[in-house]
């Protein structure tokens, strides 16, 4: 049985950064900063060995990072494994149904492979999916049930 957490020592729950792995970090910042247009500062931190990361900031306190597999093995302690496609999905949702096609086609024109074109879901919505340079898996995604405001 797990022991009960102390009283203000409760994990919140948020996430503030999410880090991608991957294996080739000018590659895949050219993906993100040039293909898809998010603004970023570049690779900083390269001073160090293991230490060269990139980051670009979402919605406020919130940010994506893309650091070097190897690099995340060692930094955490953990051995380098292979990598799988299903392991995770970032999702991002649009406001309207079009805009998941016009997402999708800036991604593939930015060098993504699209496993699965734009298409009406069960739930009621419309999505699709890429893959980054590094096979990281992107849905995008309209949900009526979910509005969010245009931009």
Not at 15 to 25: H, K
């Amino acid at each position: 049985m797990l022991a009960p957490f102390q009283a203000g020592a409760r994990m919140k729950p948020r996430i503030s950064v999410i880090t991608l792995g991957v294996a080739d970090l000018p590659r895949a910042l050219a993906f993100y900063r040039d293909g898809l247009g998010w603004p970023t500062d570049g690779i900083v931190g390269s001073v160090a060995e293991h230490s060269a990361v990139v980051f670009f900031d979402l919605q406020p306190g919130f940010k994506l990072a893309l650091f070097p597999r190897a690099s995340i093995a060692v930094d955490a302690g953990v051995a380098e494994q292979a990598t799988s496609s299903s392991e995770c999905i970032l999702s991002h949702n649009v406001a309207r149904r079009e805009q998941v096609t016009a997402v999708m086609a800036a991604a593939e024109a930015a060098g993504a492979r699209i496993p699965r074109r734009a298409r009406d879901t069960a739930w009621g919505g419309h999505a699709g999916y890429f893959q980054d340079p590094d096979g990281h898996l992107w849905e995008v995604a309209w949900n009526p049930k979910w509005p969010l405001e245009d931009g």
